[in-house]
């Protein structure tokens, strides 16, 4: 959700890989490459032109295919481990559902864009809108054109999110309403459980 914090757990959990001495990279989506950063500025600019859903979606699918191609499949290649601050179920949530596209549809082009590539596990940070929204009033964000939809449409990708967090193979929800520590040390336990051949013995 936004606002939920994942900026901030994404860096924790990044700087944490680096003291216990797993190589990785972080990314962010959309955005990550120079393309995918040039098609950010399109999709988020609040006084920028309007879009349709579809237009919206494939903007952000485009983007995906260069991060997935450009940053993400190196990375993994390398042996490296990918962090990645959003990924496709986003895009499920908002334009899936949040749009009304239709998941199916949407998981369709994502294929296409990602050529089959999933994430390990994905952690959906979960918060009340309100609460997202107003950290990101504390930490004086500007809302973007996304977030400019307001308050019910962030509970409509919000229950998106939990439905999708049930199904989809690898996702697992978190609490996000605890202070960042709180969060930090659940993030670290999802990992330390699904991976305990890398992690148990790296507690930290
Ligand atoms: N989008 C994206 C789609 O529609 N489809 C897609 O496929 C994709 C990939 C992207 C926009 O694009 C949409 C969704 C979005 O509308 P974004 O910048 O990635 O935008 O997303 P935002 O959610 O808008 O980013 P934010 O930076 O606002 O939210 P974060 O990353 O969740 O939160 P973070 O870490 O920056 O923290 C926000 C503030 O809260 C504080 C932080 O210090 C900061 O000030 N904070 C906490 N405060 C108290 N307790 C905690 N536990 C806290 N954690 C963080």
């Known amino acids: 959700m936004e606002g939920a914090g994942k900026t901030t757990q994404a860096r924790l959990f990044a700087d944490w890989l680096g003291e216990v001495g797993i190589s990785h990279r972080l990314g962010r989506e959309p955005g990550g490459t120079p393309l995918g950063e040039a098609i950010r500025g399109v999709l988020l600019d609040s006084r920028g032109p309007g879009m349709s859903a579809e ?104 229950a998106a999110y939990r439905s999708l967090a049930r199904d989809h193979p690898g996702a697992v929800l978190l609490d996000a309403s605890p202070s960042v520590d709180e969060v930090h040390r659940q993030v670290r336990e999802v990992l330390i459980t699904r991976f305990p051949e890398h992690f148990s013995s790296r507690r930290g």
Request: charged share 30%; glycine share 8%; hydrophobic share 45%.
């Open 55 to 158: 237009s919206e979606l494939l903007l952000m699918l485009a983007a995906r295919a260069a991060f997935v191609r450009e940053v993400v499949r190196p990375t993994l290649e390398s042996g490296a481990v990918m962090v990645a601050d959003r990924f496709e179920l986003s895009t499920f949530a908002y334009q899936g559902v949040g749009r009304g596209l239709g998941v199916e549809e949407v998981e369709r082009l994502n294929r296409f864009a990602t050529s089959g590539l999933r994430a390990d596990v994905t952690m959906v940070l979960d918060v009340p809108a309100s609460l997202g929204q107003a950290r990101q009033r504390e930490g004086r964000k500007e809302r973007d054109r996304i977030e400019a939809e307001g308050v019910s449409f962030l509970e409509v990708v919000r």
